[in-house]
């Protein structure tokens, strides 16, 4: 092995702190009321809220006045009660702490495990990226409560690898944990295959059949493990149905990457490319493929890029470790540890960033998902009437206990609902017309400037009662007596 350079070295003291502050870090920008910039936070809080006074899964829509009443499937359950739970325990400022604890962890395991294999300004490197990728997706949402665990079920796959042997079966309660918190579990079940796949190869032909056992009976103990969960096997077929949504690719996480301003993922790709143009950077061919595979997830839906900046920085630490003359983990025989004064002086940190965040709890803010002023002023016995909303109030509209025309449910409402009220916000001033009469809409709530905003200026017997940055309201004028 060649020796580092002393640019590559670092500090083992400053590599055991490093974990520590990369939470610390996070744990602060999670803090900040940014996390709730998706509306889709005060529907699940409301959920979990609901889930806990009655000790029940919720199966029916509570909700929306278009669809009160129908089937719904909360395949994110746990995840929601833990972020009511949250708003019990300290209103809005507890599902932002909540928040913050999922993703200062997330961070100290990424840096804790990355340390395994690079030191020094690789490390450093690698773990900036690796966060910034899923800064983007930093929302007090199911998926936050979930990174955690992708993350430790990620390491160990390839611990396993690294050591030669199959995944520790302690893991596997891991696995029912994240099949209740949110849909990501089915790539923690469909990582396993890669990961034995590269096993089978590399071991001699009178090892492959107990390759194949301990692989083989891993990945089904999983798969048993996700099925404990209120909804049984329907939990492993609804993100099939989720995906083929035609209207998916019109919800924000859901399109694809953006390149018409630089961002993180370009600087990310094109940061990787240097590297690999430069430096001998050598990777075995089903890592490679799976490592692409992320990538293209990513480059299709935003809303991968978590997970590429986890499980893609993950697999490329030991190949940067070769490339950059690292290993130091085995070069140094025992694992990156953060000592004991380091661990406690971040623990009291933490604890003292919580406690201020109740000290000084979350004044919200009007903000592009949270309309606080609009619905402040709005008279109760006209917030209580039906309402034609932009879908990206409904949230926050069920937050005030609001029935919406639509929310952020889009599985819920299915592809005709979406495609309707595409045409509608087009708008389809026939369909704009005909929902208004039959819905017995009395108010809408809209974005300025909105082509169906601007539609609403012109409806004869609607006139324009308030609007501001965020919002427009609209009322339907008193019939003349």
């Known amino acids: 092995m060649s020796q580092l350079s002393p640019a590559q070295r670092s500090h083992p003291a400053l590599r055991g702190a490093l974990p520590v502050l990369a939470g610390l870090l996070t744990a602060i920008i999670a803090l900040s009321p940014k996390v709730l910039n998706d509306g889709d936070t005060w529907w699940q809080v409301e959920a979990g809220r609901l889930m806990i006074a009655h000790h029940a899964i919720l199966r029916t829509d509570p909700f929306s006045y278009t669809f009160r009443g129908a089937p719904w499937f909360t395949y994110e359950w746990l995840s929601e009660v833990l972020l009511g739970g949250a708003f019990n325990l300290a209103g809005i400022s507890g599902v932002v702490i909540l928040a913050a604890i999922a993703s200062g962890t997330t961070a100290w395991l990424l840096a804790k495990d990355l340390g395994r294999w690079l030191s020094g300004l690789p490390l450093v490197t690698l773990l900036v990226f690796g966060l910034m990728l899923w800064s983007g997706s930093l929302l007090a949402r199911p998926h936050l409560l ?223 998902t949270a309309p606080v002023s609009a619905i402040a002023a709005l008279p109760h016995e006209i917030a209580m009437q039906p309402v034609l909303n932009d879908y990206r109030f409904g949230g926050y509209l069920i937050g005030r206990h609001i029935a919406p025309f639509i929310d952020g449910r889009g599985d819920f409402y299915g592809d005709g609902f979406l495609e309707a009220y595409g045409r509608l916000i087009t708008p389809d001033r026939r369909a704009l017309a005909e929902v208004l009469q039959t819905r017995g809409v009395t108010w809408t709530i809209l974005i300025p400037g909105s082509p169906l905003a601007q539609a609403m200026d012109e409806m004869p017997g609607w006139r324009r009662w308030r609007a501001d940055k965020w919002s427009v309201i609209h009322l339907r004028a008193p019939k003349p007596s």
């Open 146 to 368: 979930a990174l955690p665990i992708l993350e430790v079920w990620a390491a160990e796959l390839l611990r396993a690898r690294a050591e030669g042997r199959s995944p520790h079966w302690f893991m596997l309660p891991l696995m029912t944990l994240w099949a209740n918190l949110h849909g990501s579990f089915l790539f923690g079940v469909a990582l396993i295959g890669p990961f034995a796949l590269e096993a089978l190869l590399a071991a001699k032909p009178a090892q492959r059949l107990a390759v194949v056992l301990h692989w083989g009976a891993f990945g089904i103990a999983t798969l048993v493990m996700a099925l404990l969960n209120p909804h049984g096997v329907q939990i492993l077929l609804f993100p099939f149905y989720e995906i083929q949504l035609s209207s998916l690719p019109n919800i924000g996480e859901w399109a694809p990457a953006d390149f018409s301003h630089i961002g993180t993922l370009e600087i990310a790709l094109l940061t990787g490319l240097f590297i690999a143009l430069t430096r001998p950077v050598r990777m075995g061919l089903v890592r490679a493929g799976l490592l692409l595979l992320l990538v293209h997830l990513a480059l299709q839906h935003v809303r991968y890029e978590q997970m590429l900046g986890v499980v893609g920085a993950l697999i490329l630490a030991e190949p940067l470790a070769g490339a950059f003359g690292q290993d130091v983990e085995r070069a140094s025989g025992r694992k990156p540890r953060t000592s004991a004064p380091v661990a406690f002086a971040g623990a009291i940190l933490a604890l003292g960033l919580g406690s201020a965040r109740l000290a000084w709890p979350v004044q919200l803010r009007d903000g592009p």
